[in-house]
Each structure stands twice: as C-alpha cells, then as structure tokens.
C-alpha cells in the first residue's frame, strides 16, 4: 500500500484489509473480485492484482509464509527492487540495500550527485552507494534510520542541516549547495483524453456495468461504459456508438449529466457522462450473471469494485435525477 500511497492514507485501508484478510491464506483463497474490492479507492490496481498472485504463490511454493531472502523476494509478482530489500532487511534483518524517495536525497545531497535520482546514471549510483555503506551488523536500523533522517531532518525544503548527524560528510553542504540537490527534471504535460460515459438504466433501474480487462488500467474492475470518439466523430455520435455495440437503444433521447475528470499518471482523462434509459435489443447481449456486462440493483453496486472515476460519475448521477 505504501508504495504510491502516503502512511496516513494507506492506514485506514490497510487496518480494514487485515480485517477483512488476515494472513497470507485468506489473501490466497480470496478472489479477485474481493481483492479489488478491498483496495477500492487506494487507486493503482496492478499492486493489488499482483499481492493476490503473490499470495498465491507464497502458499503455493513458500508453505503460504513470506519468504527472507532476497532472490525468493524478488520472485514474487509486484516485489521489485525496493520493496524486496525493505522485506529483507526491515523484515528479516538481512544485508540488502534500499533506495526510496527519502534515502535518495540524503545520498543525492551526500555525495553531491549530478544526476537526476531517476535517470539510469542516478540509479546506479544510488543502488551502488546504498550498497557500499550498508552495515552487515544490523542492516534493519540502518536502512530504517536513513529513511527517517531523510523523512524528519534532510527534507526536500529546509533542511535541518544543524541537526544532522552525517553533515560533516556532506558534499552538498560542504559546497553551499544543499537546496540545488537532488537533481530535478522537468515534468510533461500529461495528454488530455475526451470521452463519453454511459451511465444506462433499464426498466427496473438496475445499472449496466462492464468489467475491464484483467490487466492494464483499472484491470478487474467494474464501470459503467465508456469510450474515446474515433477522429471526427462528435460527442453525440460517439455515445450512439457505444449504444449500438452494447445492442442497445434508448427509451428517450440521452440526457448529458455533465462532465466527471481524473488524472492519472500518463495522462487526464475527461468524460462526457450521459444517463440513458435503454431496452434492450432482440439482437442484444445477453447480460449473463457471469459475464463481463452485467445489471446491478442499486443495493448491489457497492459490492462492485469500481475505480474513482466511476464513483465520479454515480456521484454526477445522483445530482442530476431522471
């Protein structure tokens, strides 16, 4: 959870996932469905698919307990570099390097790196620097007490440089250089991508919902249907597409509930939400229980994970009744 999540956030989901999940076996013989469910709202769902797999194999290949040793680590889905050596030595207490956000710039300020942390050059050195000083004797203070000095004392603005234990190392201070590392580049813009947003009711009010694709962006979860306009095709134009390759026709003219927004981390997403009241056609999809596109009652909606976008859009749908 703390890997793209701030602690005091990750918190609460992470009290409510021991819950709901509390061993590595409960992770393993959950589907994913309540996996996803769980992490609802903590946003970046491929940690979630890759815990369930991880868990998975941990029962499977590990007698369902984590493993210590780095390469095991390693071996599991979704553990990459850090996370295996936060495991390893914080965990287990077992000589690994890490290098986080924290641990970074205090050795980017250290040793006065002249390279952007995330550039390949700056990985390197951080990787090899985090390595040459790592203690053998007790490698889970170490690398804890480099992320809290980095956290409370070598901070990205005003550094406390008087209450550090190490500033008689420090090149960057040495040179009168403390705020000029680490090293920044500059952003990109982030693409806007338009859509539209179909939130369809049929007769009994249930709302259809789709289930994306396992993998890739938002993978497993449920929402309502959308799509981008091809080149030159309208808002309008693009919603009765969408109708047409769900098999489906309006009862009355769509009515636009507005516009619902989200960034993510390549690009913004803004989508035109619509509220239809459809039927069904003869040559329609059958909507099967166990299928990707299904009808949910009103009570049954909160039991599907759904991304925050879609909770935008039901939101948008609240505000603006039939």
């Known amino acids: 959870m703390l890997q793209q999540t701030q602690v005091d956030t990750a918190l609460p989901y992470f ?3 021991m ?16 996996v996803l469910k769980a992490w609802e709202g903590l946003g970046y769902y491929s940690r979630a698919r890759n815990l369930h797999r991880a868990a998975r194999e941990m029962v499977a290949r590990h007698g369902g307990e984590l493993p210590g040793d780095l390469q095991s680590l390693l071996g599991l889905p979704g553990i990459g570099r850090y996370t295996a050596g936060a495991i390893a030595s914080i965990g287990f207490n077992r000589p690994a390097p890490i290098v986080d956000g924290n641990i970074g710039r205090v050795l980017a300020r250290i040793f006065a790196l002249e390279h952007p942390p995330r550039s390949p050059e700056g990985q390197r050195n951080l990787w090899g620097w985090a390595e040459a000083l790592l203690t053998r004797r007790n490698p889970r203070d170490f690398n804890q007490g480099l992320m809290e000095l980095g956290a409370l004392v070598c901070r990205p603005r005003s550094p406390a440089c008087g209450d550090c234990p190490v500033a008689r190392f420090c090149a ?7 705020s000029h590392y680490p090293l ?6 982030r693409p806007l991508r338009e859509g539209v947003m179909a939130l369809v009711r049929d007769e009994q009010s249930n709302l259809l919902l789709r289930r994306r694709e396992p993998r890739g962006l938002w993978g497993g979860l449920w929402e309502p249907p959308w799509l981008e306009p091809d080149k030159g095709e309208t ?6 597409r969408l109708l047409r390759e769900l098999g489906l026709k309006t009862a009355a003219d769509p009515a636009p509930l507005g516009v619902v927004q989200h960034d993510l981390t390549h690009f913004r997403l803004k989508l ?6 459809a039927i069904a056609t003869a040559a329609g999809p059958p909507f099967a229980s166990s299928g990707p596109m299904r009808w949910a ?9 759904l991304a925050r976008l879609s909770h935008k859009a039901l939101a948008l749908e609240r505000e603006n009744p039939g």
Do not use: N
């Open 15 to 17: 009290e409510r996932w």
């Open 19 to 34: 819950e709901r999940f509390p061993d590595v076996a409960a992770v393993a013989a959950a589907d994913q469905q309540a």
């Open 172 to 178: 960057a201070r040495a040179a009168g250089r403390v």
């Open 184 to 189: 920044t580049t500059p952003g990109k813009e």
């Open 235 to 240: 808002t309008r134009e693009a919603l009765m």
């Open 272 to 277: 035109t939400c619509f509220g239809i009241a």
């Open 297 to 305: 009652a009103a009570a049954e909606i909160a039991a599907y994970p």
